[in-house]
């Protein structure tokens, strides 16, 4: 077998066989080269310009770390199998739109389409179908059950590269989260990778687990995520230019495609990239004096901080209520900005072993345990407004704080 040997800064070289060659090469996994991992991150850290394209890549050779990880403990893998796992992890983020996930948190999708939906779509309607369907007929299915979980298992291990994928433990929020804090050169997302993957285990009885030294690693691994979301997915900058882009993107649509939203056909959305945008929106002046003059919405000093009470958080919803009657819609936003770090109710809770006994992540770790949501409240205004807002927002919340 023939092998393409990519320099990547995470994890050294990663290496493609033939058929992941031939499905890298196609147009809508090229596409992924201009399509930034973080949307908006670059104008708050100007170095983070890595694309879905490399992140992609870098799940893949996570799959083969896994897959080695598995043969080292006895675990039989065939050759279909394996294959299946890594064009999974390839075509994971196939299909997201310009600037990643400011399409789903902006609502810029028809009702009932996500990238996930557009990936599926995009699998099965370009020649990505004619190249995975050399692996076996029930390939496609098998892939995007493994991206998206829906659909059906055809085997054991399809569940198991479901969770291993896509997991609260994934290797997808591995690789970003150590490519992330790279490229924007912040500590945030650092983690022991090697000794979650030297502590990662499988049986019939419990699925996917971790060793008792793997403990702490997990532990690194959940506060990593925790703290790249405080302090670089939520970051205010970020925030507010999300908010403006998605204006800009709506804007774009109308004048070049005459929709609202973006296309539901393949076709269409696949002509859609971060370049063909930012171009469009550098020659119209309100746009460009927003993203080229920095001219965003300010942030107020009054927020909600990272983890407000119940209380708190219907006050902030009444404030939104009354700024909404005061002002008008172009002098502010209103910012939710809401992440569990570590989901306890979910299917996919982390397993380790303590003592020879199977537990979750949770019971046996007290700083995970202690994780709570985040529902950071936050509010934005012009220039010519800001101070009036920001008046307005201190009066209203210390009468209702009295």
């Not at 419990?206 to 970051?235: K, S």
């Not at 306890?344 to 380790?352: A, G």
Request: aromatic share 14%; with cysteine; net charge negative.
């Amino acid at each position: 077998m023939s092998w393409l040997h990519i320099r990547d800064p995470i994890h050294g070289f990663i290496r493609l066989n033939e058929l992941e060659r031939e499905i890298i090469q196609t147009f809508p996994f090229q596409r992924l080269r201009f399509v930034h991992q973080l949307g908006t991150t670059p104008w708050a850290y100007p170095s983070g310009v890595h694309t879905r394209f490399v992140h992609s890549l870098g799940v893949l050779q996570m799959a083969s770390l896994v897959l080695e990880r598995f043969k080292f403990v006895g675990i039989m893998i065939d050759e279909e199998d394996e294959k299946i796992f890594r064009i999974a992890c390839l075509l994971h983020d196939i299909g997201h739109p310009p600037f990643s996930h400011v399409g789903e948190d902006m609502k810029l999708f028809e009702e009932g389409l996500d990238h996930e939906k557009m990936g599926e779509r995009i699998i099965k309607e370009t020649r990505l179908i004619e190249i995975i369907n050399k692996i076996s007929v029930n390939a496609i299915d098998r892939i995007i059950f493994i991206i998206t979980g829906k659909g059906r298992p055809f085997s054991k291990f399809d569940t198991i590269f479901y969770f291993i994928l896509t997991g609260q433990a994934g290797i997808d929020r591995m690789d970003y989260l150590l490519r992330d804090s790279y490229f924007l050169g912040v500590a945030y997302g650092k983690f022991d990778l090697p000794r979650l993957l030297e502590t990662l285990c499988y049986n019939e009885d419990y699925n996917i687990f971790w060793e008792e030294g793997g403990i702490h690693a997990l532990e690194q691994f959940i506060l990593a995520r925790y703290f790249m979301f405080t302090e670089v997915y939520f970051h205010k900058t970020r925030r507010i230019l999300d908010y403006h882009l998605s204006r800009a993107i709506k804007a774009f649509l109308i004048d070049k495609m005459d929709i609202l939203l973006f296309p539901t056909n393949v076709e269409d959305y696949l002509k859609l990239n971060d370049n063909e945008i930012l171009a469009w929106i550098i020659n119209q002046n309100n746009f460009q004096d927003i993203f080229l003059n920095r001219k965003f919405f300010k942030k107020i000093n009054q927020d909600s901080g990272d983890h407000p009470s119940e209380r708190e958080i219907v006050i902030w919803e009444w404030l939104e209520d009354n700024l909404k009657r005061e002002f008008s819609g172009d002098d502010f936003y209103f910012d939710r900005a809401d992440k569990a770090p570590y989901k306890f109710e979910k299917p996919d809770s982390i397993q380790v072993v303590k003592k020879n006994n199977i537990s979750l992540i949770e019971r046996e770790s007290k700083l995970v345990s202690l994780l709570t949501p985040i529902n950071k409240r936050n509010v934005y205004a012009s220039n010519d407004k800001r101070e009036e807002i920001s008046n307005f927002v201190d009066r209203f919340l210390r009468e209702r704080r009295a």
